[in-house]
């Protein structure tokens, strides 16, 4: 019995780290905003409570509008996996949660890099995230304290 | 007849019984009181204990019940209003398409925020034949006409929801909702529908809430379950009871706002495991919504409670059992030890009593307990006017008897006496002893005189049989005085009086006899009353004189000393001898005074052959039994002493063997004080009677005499001769002056000088002659 349980988290383990090794390979991820946003840098747990419903507002006070990537884009759940350490399943199963319960909706989805920088750019959303090689000017990358 | 000994008997039973009874009443039986007070502790511990258990149980089901309505309610209100926001987005979406049937809507209506959020729901498009025109995702399906959203849309325009279905490729469970889609006409023109993930209606489970065990789910009227969770298991398209759950009564159904829901404790057919479960049935929507909450988790607490209460009064109880055995061992102990201090203070009491009843060493009644009895049997005998004989008994020669045989000897016979007088009478009549060698026979309802004869008769015949004492059988004789009531006395004191009387009488007419009482021997008994007084008169007005014989120094020849010896010079009867005096007043303690006087006359006399310059001779005086045993004696000495100031080693007292075995360890006493006080001691009569050479031993007595009967016969007799060199030869060891007595002949005196006798006294020297011849004869 433990013998198989341990195999099955040896397993698991290495399959996230798989993972990770496969969304390093690819690129990581970064958060932005829109190139001229007053807000340079912010903390994981800031973005993780943007980004799990938490929290409307920016530090700064400034409303915030989320924008995610959709289902199954890897950014998405590398993102997610970055600020709060939420596999897909657990993030799912919190909005599922929050949106059941009507304690809140869940941010917009945009299905690929570029869409997200046009709509960052049209000023419809204010954060995102994207992969790092796609980032160019027309998206500011926030620090992550 | 009352005995002063059972009444107070009796008086200390009343007394015990009462004191009982106070304890009965104080206290119950402690072997009854404390079991009983363990059961009732007990019985008040369980009770209560099952009494907290079962209403913290009661209460736990109480809330579980409560929480569990509370509970649905919000959940259905969840249930409904994630229903009206899925009906209300899709009614967007068939209303939009109604209006232009473009493409592009859904986006649209998607960047507008008019759709279900794509994070859960896939929200698509179907026209009239079941294909999928549009969809947010790429398309799961492209033909739905088979599926029961689709068909139910193609009759009704309500919110149609479909039966939980699995996606082929990430095997999750989905639900999806439909509305129909119309012409301008009213006709069918296809369907919007949407789906998501089952999970979603039960994403509101919360542990905290529900437990591990709970159950929440949304079930069809159809039976099915949409989906079900417990922890973190979720299920769909299970089938249950529908029926067995919902129990919305039809008929019953009033317009009552918010019907009573009905929570019960029920096996959950899908999982058997026990719940409170509650469900609700939703009012527009052919579905129901199921909670429930697992009686093993709610209880949890009550039990966990119940084993600490259980194992709490266990403990109490078992503590209560060891104090109660503690306390049981304890009161029981005390009651023993109060029981038996109860009883030795009883038979304390009880010996108290009867050693100041009777006498200790026959056991007799004593003269204090004969005097009750006598005074109570007179009062008896004058109320029924019946005759009361009273029998005064002495033992001849039991004085002999005392002394050679000693004393224990003598204990030995009174006792076999007393038991014997017992034997012989019967139980209604009373024996008591008076002291010494007197017995008193109390005989109740005695009037016939032959009858007293008899009695007499028998007392002296039991007397009279051999008693075996000290190793040698003897006989004892006893003599009888009997006196009757009321003829010869109707008190106490004249009944005593005339039956002793009557007793010395029969005394006088040859002892072993009986005698009763007659006025004639009264007065007998006159003569000695009258010696008495006139003994009486004899110390007051000095008839007293002291007679001396002289002692020798065997070798020398020189008088070293004499013994003064007491005469009465009575004025009409002449020089009476001590033998006819001396008992009586030995038994009238008129000696004390006698003795005194004779003591200090002897002194007086030893300084006057002083005065006339004589050489210092040794006066010695004989001591009676009752001057020795007079408290008085050693004061009266020492006074004597200081007022005639003579050399105490001038004084020498004498005393018999017989004085020394009355009281051995008192006599010693006295013996050492006399001798403390510097006076010389000498044992007298030394070898006619009985003595133990240790007593010879026990006290170092100044001079030893040896008796005049025991060289008597010394010519005749060669015992008496090795017996009188015996004592000699023991005395010298003893560093003891040793005085022959009563030397009569020349034999004698050389016999005494060759036995190396240190001095002698005698007729074959000198007789006892007044002071004044003595002068003149030491003079010549």
Redesign the interface.
């Known amino acids: 019995m433990n013998n198989k349980k341990r195999l099955n988290r040896l397993l698991k383990f290495a399959l996230i780290a798989t993972c990770c090794f496969v969304a390093s390979a690819r690129g990581e991820v970064v958060i932005v905003v829109p190139a001229d946003s007053p807000i340079s840098s912010l903390s994981k747990a800031q973005v993780a409570k943007i980004f799990l419903g938490k929290s409307r507002r920016f530090p700064d006070g400034s409303k915030a509008l989320p924008l995610?990537q959709?289902?199954g884009n890897l950014e998405r759940d590398a993102f997610y996996q970055l600020v709060s350490g939420k596999s897909p399943a657990q993030v799912?199963?919190h909005?599922?949660?929050l949106?059941?319960?009507?304690r809140g909706?869940?941010?917009?989805?945009a299905p690929s890099n570029n869409a997200v920088k046009q709509l960052l750019t049209s000023h419809r959303v204010n954060i995102s995230y994207i992969d790092r090689s796609t980032a160019d000017e027309s998206v500011k990358i926030v620090v992550l304290k | 007849m009352p005995n002063p000994l059972e009444e107070t008997k009796e008086q200390i039973q009343i007394d015990t019984t009462s004191s009982e009874k106070d304890n009965q009443n104080k206290f119950i039986e402690p072997q009854v009181f404390y079991p009983a007070v363990l059961i009732v502790f007990l019985i008040t511990l369980w009770v209560t204990t099952f009494n907290i258990i079962s209403t913290s149980h009661q209460r736990t089901r109480d809330s579980a019940i409560t929480s569990a309505t509370a509970l649905v309610r919000t959940y259905e209100a969840?249930v409904v209003?994630?229903l009206r926001e899925i009906d209300q987005a899709l009614n967007v979406v068939t209303k939009s398409y109604e209006l232009n049937d473009d493409n592009t809507m859904l986006s649209l209506l998607n960047e507008w925020?008019l759709l279900l959020?794509?994070?859960?729901f896939v929200t698509s498009i179907a026209d009239a034949d079941g294909n999928v025109i549009n969809s947010t995702r790429p398309f799961e399906k492209h033909r739905i006409a088979d599926q029961s959203y689709f068909q139910q849309q193609l009759e009704f325009d309500q919110l149609a929801s479909s039966q939980p279905w699995q996606d082929p490729y990430t095997k999750v469970w989905k639900l999806t909702f439909s509305r129909r889609i119309s012409t301008p006409a009213g006709d069918f023109a296809g369907i919007a529908f949407t789906s998501v993930?089952a999970?979603?209606?039960v994403?509101?489970y919360e542990e905290s809430q529900l437990g591990k065990q709970g159950v929440l789910g949304i079930l069809g009227t159809d039976g099915t379950f949409r989906v079900r969770r417990s922890g973190q298991k979720i299920v769909s398209g299970e089938k249950a009871n529908f029926n067995q759950l919902v129990h919305g009564d039809e008929e019953l159904e009033e317009l009552e706002e918010l019907e009573e829901l009905e929570v019960r404790l029920q096996d959950n057919s899908w999982d058997q495991i026990k719940r409170y479960t509650v469900a609700s049935q939703l009012y527009e929507f052919p579905l129901a919504v199921v909670l429930g909450l697992s009686e093993k988790e709610q209880m949890q607490g009550a039990i966990e409670l119940k084993h600490v209460y259980l194992l709490r009064a266990s403990a109490a109880s078992v503590a209560l059992m060891l104090l109660t055995i503690i306390f049981l061992r304890l009161s029981l102990q005390l009651k023993q030890s109060r029981n038996q201090a109860l009883e030795e203070h009883i038979s304390h009491a009880k010996k108290v009593e009867h050693l100041a009843f009777h006498d200790s060493l026959t056991g007799l009644p004593n003269r204090s307990f004969f005097s009750q009895l006598l005074s109570h049997g007179i009062a008896e005998a004058k109320r029924y006017e019946r005759r009361l004989a009273l029998l005064f008994l002495d033992l001849d020669r039991f004085k002999i008897i005392n002394d050679t045989l000693g004393h224990d000897a003598g204990d030995e016979l009174l006792k076999e006496v007393a038991h014997r007088l017992s034997e012989a009478l019967r139980e209604t009549d009373t024996v008591a002893r008076l002291g010494g060698d007197e017995f008193v026979v109390l005989l109740p309802e005695m009037n016939d005189e032959k009858q007293l004869s008899a009695v007499a008769k028998k007392i002296l015949c039991a007397v009279g049989k051999p008693f075996h004492l000290a190793g040698q059988d003897l006989r004892v004789t006893v003599s009888i005085g009997i006196s009757v009531f009321p003829i010869d006395g109707e008190d106490e004191q004249t009944l005593v009086k005339n039956a002793d009387i009557a007793m010395y009488h029969a005394k006088e007419g040859g002892k072993n006899n009986f005698c009763f009482y007659s006025d004639e021997l009264s007065a007998d008994s006159l003569e000695r009353l009258a010696l008495e007084s006139s003994l009486r008169q004899a110390v007051d007005r000095g008839e007293f004189v002291l007679h001396y014989q002289e002692k020798h120094d065997l070798r020398s020849g020189e008088i070293t000393g004499a013994e003064a010896l007491l005469r009465w010079q009575h004025p009409t009867l002449g020089l009476i001898q001590p033998m006819q005096f001396l008992p009586l007043a030995e038994e009238t303690g008129l000696i004390i005074p006698i003795g005194k006087w004779a003591i200090e006359a002897a002194c007086k006399q030893a300084n006057k052959w002083a005065e006339e310059g004589l050489p210092p001779r040794c006066i010695s005086v004989n001591l009676t039994e009752r001057q020795f045993t007079d408290a008085q004696l050693l004061d009266d000495i020492a006074d004597i002493l200081q007022r005639t100031a003579i050399n105490p080693a001038q004084l020498e007292l004498e005393i018999t063997e017989s004085l020394l075995l009355r009281n051995f360890e008192r006599a010693l006493k006295t013996l050492s004080r006399i001798k403390d006080l510097g006076v010389r001691i000498a044992i007298d009569n030394f070898g006619t009677s009985y003595t133990s050479l240790s007593t010879l031993d026990k006290f170092h007595f100044d001079t030893l005499k040896i008796d005049g009967s025991v060289i008597r016969d010394i010519a005749n007799q060669p015992s008496d001769k090795e017996l009188t060199e015996a004592i000699i030869s023991v005395g010298r060891t003893m560093a003891m002056t040793i005085v022959a007595e009563g030397v009569e002949t020349q034999e004698q005196a050389e016999f005494l000088l060759n036995s190396s006798c240190d001095q002698v006294q005698g007729f074959y020297y000198d007789k006892p002659t007044p002071p004044s011849l003595t002068n003149a004869r030491t003079n010549e």
């Open positions: 995610n959709s289902e799912k199963a909005w599922s949660k949106i059941f319960t009507g909706q869940p941010p917009r989805e | 969840q209003r994630a925020d959020p794509d994070f859960l993930e999970s979603y209606f994403s509101g």
